[in-house]
């Protein structure tokens, strides 16, 4: 079942990352086209709508990197939790954690994207984060109280993902120890759990021998 789930999330990941454009307001949004975005909404665009990949324009400037497309798109009422309608059902802010975006990730925290909003499948944008050994995206979610208690659906959290990684197609660090981002967290709260157990057997195996987070 472990192996089955790794692979459903590795299939998962790889269908994020191939996303492109494929609306005036998706091409506009993540090109950084803001005068050419402000046109389209004094036209009408509403910017919640949803391009035929199930993404917004908010999606995509988060994507992007956009920083001045952000905060353009949610003063025009972007709402920035609001989820892609493709196969992740994932915010804006786990797009910006995913395609490694801290500039995103801070403007839409300022918006308000709340820190703590995650998938169906429980995963939160510091999980993510985590798993990536993204510390410094990580630093920035714990900055704006994103909980690194919470747990996914399969009992899994941030710190665990940190200590075994996650296997996406473009950063793939399954079975390696982000020992920063484990500092990082521990440092924001020395009491985690440790749920070592709900690990993959050789993930168990090859954190106890690296000593990841000791």
Known sequence: MRRLALLILYITFS???H????SPAAAAASGGDVAGMKRMLDAGLDPNAHDSAGYTPLIAAARAGNVEMIRLLTIRGANPNLSDTAVNSWTP?????????????????NAGANPNEADPHGTTPLMLAAGYGDT???KI???????????????ITALDLARSGVPDIDRFTVFHCQQDTVNALLAADPKLPDHTDKLPGIARMLMRTKRCGA
């Open 19 to 22: 996303y492109g454009p494929n």
């Open 93 to 109: 802010l786990l797009h910006a954690v995913h395609k490694s975006q801290p500039a995103s990730v801070t403007a839409l925290l």
């Open 15 to 17: 269908l994020a990352c």
């Open 136 to 138: 410094d995206i990580v």
């Open 141 to 155: 979610l714990l900055a704006h109280k994103a909980n690194p208690r919470l747990a996914a659906s399969d009992g």
